[in-house]
Structure formats: C-alpha cells, structure tokens
C-alpha cells in the first residue's frame, strides 16, 4: 500500500508499543505468555488495518444517482423537482450516516427579479482527525437553457444531468463508501444551490450558495476543498484548471499524480481555462480549493444535457481519485 498525503490508515493506527515487548522479553516468565499473545494479536490487528484495502468506488451506483435526480425533472429553485430531489438529498445522506445539516439563505435571481428561497445541503462525517476536507458539488440546475440552438428553448429550464446532477452522484457514492469505511479524517459533503442563477457574463451572480457557506464555515471550517462540476461526460477530459493551479497548486498535483497512478485517462496534463466556479469563493475565503471540471461539453446550458451524454465510467474515474485521496492508493 502507498501511503498518499499521510492520510491513510497506518499513519493513524500503527503505533505498536516496542517498550512493552522489550519488558516482556526481558522478564522471560510463564506470566508473559499471555502479554506477549495480547501483544501479537494487537500487532495482527494493526497489520490488518494497514493491509486493509481502500474501498471501492461502484460507477454504476454513481450513474443511478445521476439518473434519479433527473427523474425529478429539472431542479432549478422553486420548481417541483427542486424541492422533491432537496428531500431526496437529505433522506439519502441521513441513511447514510451522516450529520446533514440544510443551510437555508436566500438570494435575489437577477433575471427574474425573484428573491428565491435557496438550501445548501451539507453531510458531516466527523472523524477524530479534525485535518477535514471539503468535498462540494452545486445539486441546483440553471432555470434558462440560454445556449440551446433552439431560440424557442432558451427560457426552459435545463435538466442538467451533467451541470449539476454528475458531481452530486459522485458524492452521493462516495457518502455511501464512508458509512462503510469510516475515513481516516473529518469529511464534508457539501451540495452548493444556486451555482447557476446567473446571467451569462456576470460571474458574481452565480456561485451563491459557495459564497454563503464560505461567510459561515458551518459545521466546521475545512482545511482544503475539492470542487466536481460537469464530469459526467462520456468524453471526459478534465484540464488543469486556471485557479485550480494558481491557489491550490499543491493539491492539485496530488489528485493529478493519483490519477496517474492509476491510469485514468481523464485527468490530462494540459492546462485548461480559468473557470469562475463554487471553488473560487472558497478561495477566496483562504480555503485551497480544486476544480475538477470538463467546460468543453457541447450540451452545456441546452436542453440537450441528458443522463445519455454522460457515463458511469467518466463519473468512475473522477470518484475513484477521490478514494486514491482520502483513503491511499493500494
Ligand atoms: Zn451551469
């Protein structure tokens, strides 16, 4: 097993005690016996732990919860199927395990003029291992497909299977790995709405539910954050994103050099876009923060972006980082 990061098992658990041997060996009485049997099977237990092998991630579970939040219709906020896959999102997490918390705050849609009633959905797996890690995606889907070839399509709400639903499943079967195999350190799920409520070219009105959480850091602030946005699609290819690199430059190459590792192709040496994403306003609350996004999907913001354009194998390769991550490459 590689240790990655010292976030994995041995670094936590192996600390066998070679002064109480020492002691017992000296001593050689028959009383030892049963001290020097206590002291092997807690090396055995030790041994066990560190040989355990890092979970693993099911793609085909992921795609079901990309599905099943398209069953729901579109989500944008205030429709049916936002506030039917918001008690989805919920129930699930709580099954799971998990603290959920719903961080309710609201915020003004400027294209409408609306004042929207917006949740942040936030899953804590706390762990005596404070060193916690943020794993965030947006669940909102963006109530304007303003990018559909068809003019008479572009105020109908989009049902976003890879702009929002693809992260979210990602995190949705990473949540179910960690009710079965506790992480070794503190996690966050955080489900950020209203990303996508912005009018095209005025970055500030998107990302709102990023900004709020990073004004009040609840449960717990978090030492760093991995952001996925749109990487369901079939023809994943995910770049190294512009801000990704300039403020979290260090944990970056850690996912990178993992991806490596394990041979997934997605995960391209190339430098990508600059990318005004939930990561930024983690940033600049001083939180490192990675983007892992595919921008170039043509279906973005159209009618056209189904749970068909996307693939259990593209939402495989980004979870299966994420495991390499928290829990080591074996
Ligand atoms: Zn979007």
Same mark, same amino acid.
């Given at each position: ?12 658990y ?10 017992e060996?000296k ?8 001290f ?6 807690t090396c055995?237990?030790?041994?066990s ?8 991630f ?9 599905e099943k939040q ?8 205030g429709s049916?199927?936002?506030?039917q896959?918001?008690?989805w999102? !919920? ?16 915020a003004n849609?400027?294209?409408?003029g ?10 804590h797996?706390?762990?005596e291992n404070g060193?916690t890690l943020m ?10 497909a303003n990018l559909d070839? @068809? ?11 890879n @702009? ?8 949705l079967?990473?949540?179910?790995l960690?009710?079965?195999?506790p992480?070794?350190?503190s996690?966050l799920?955080?489900l950020f709405?209203?990303? @996508? ?14 900004k ?16 996925l ?7 994943? !290819? ?6 990704s690199e300039r403020?979290a ?17 997605a995960?391209v040496e190339q ?6 994403? @939930?990561?930024v306003?983690?940033?600049?609350a ?9 921008f170039?999907y043509?279906?973005?913001?159209t009618?056209?972006d189904?749970p068909?354009k996307?693939s ?10 994420l ?7 074996e």
């Amino acid at each position: 097993m590689k240790v990655q990061n010292g976030n994995n098992y041995c670094r936590t658990y192996l600390k066998p005690d070679n002064s109480s041997l020492e002691y017992e060996l000296k001593s050689k009485s028959p009383k030892t016996t049963p001290f020097l049997l206590a002291y092997f099977l807690t090396c055995s237990l030790f041994l066990s732990i560190c040989l355990a092998q890092p979970p693993e991630f099911n793609s085909d579970i992921a795609y079901e919860y990309l599905e099943k939040q398209c069953t729901f219709g579109t989500r944008e906020p205030g429709s049916k199927g936002y506030y039917q896959c918001l008690e989805w999102l !919920e129930q699930t997490l709580k099954e799971f395990g998990a603290e959920v918390y719903l961080q309710r705050f609201g915020a003004n849609e400027a294209i409408t003029g609306i004042d929207r009633k917006l949740t942040n959905v936030i899953a804590h797996f706390p762990s005596e291992n404070g060193h916690t890690l943020m794993l965030c995606a947006h669940w909102d889907t963006r109530a304007y497909a303003n990018l559909d070839p @068809d003019p008479a399509n572009r105020k109908k709400p989009i049902i976003g299977a890879n @702009d929002g639903a693809s992260g979210v499943a990602v995190l949705l079967e990473m949540a179910r790995l960690f009710a079965e195999n506790p992480p070794p350190r503190s996690l966050l799920i955080v489900l950020f709405d209203g990303e @996508d409520m912005g009018r095209a070219k005025h970055a500030e009105e998107f990302a709102l539910g990023s900004k709020y959480w990073a004004a009040h850091q609840i449960p717990e602030p978090v030492e760093e954050a991995i952001l996925l946005d749109m990487i369901g699609d079939a023809d994943l !290819e995910i770049p190294i994103e512009w801000y990704s690199e300039r403020n979290a430059p260090s944990l970056r190459r850690q996912l990178w050099d993992i991806a490596r590792q394990l041979e997934l192709p997605a995960f391209v040496e190339q430098r990508g876009r600059a990318v005004q994403d @939930d990561h930024v306003r983690l940033q600049r609350a001083g939180i490192p923060a990675v983007d892992l996004i595919d921008f170039e999907y043509p279906y973005w913001h159209t009618l056209e972006d189904t749970p068909d354009k996307c693939s259990a194998e593209s939402l495989g390769q980004v979870g299966k980082v994420l495991v390499g991550f928290i829990y080591g490459v074996e």
